[in-house]
């Protein structure tokens, strides 16, 4: 894979998974702390109540993860990068200059 491809996945995957991962993390952690309300209206009945802990820990674990899969790919990225630059081919024919 070309460098530039690879940095353009990434910056694809940032924004397609990196900012919904941490709207999804600053939701989730809004319900796991007790501010997230839930309104229900079924057959003319309203209820109304908090929402449950585990929808807050479970957001911010999908969230985490979203948010993961950017970070991957660029660290990635960032190593067949920083590979390709300091790989040089090297002749091994090649003569020796003259030394002083």
Do not use: H
Request: charged share 15%; proline share 5%; with cysteine.
């Amino acid at each position: 894979m070309d460098t530039k491809t690879g940095w353009i996945i990434t910056g694809v995957t940032t924004a397609l998974c990196g900012c919904p991962g941490a709207c999804i993390i600053l939701s989730g952690a809004a319900n796991a702390m007790g501010w997230g309300t839930e309104n229900a209206e079924i057959f003319g009945e309203s209820a109304s109540g908090q929402t449950p802990l585990f929808v807050g820990i479970s957001s911010l674990c999908v969230g985490l993860l979203f948010f993961a899969i950017p970070v991957v790919i660029g660290l990635y990225t960032y190593m067949q990068d920083r590979k390709a630059r300091f790989t040089a081919e090297v002749d091994i024919n090649e003569e020796l200059p003259p030394t002083i």
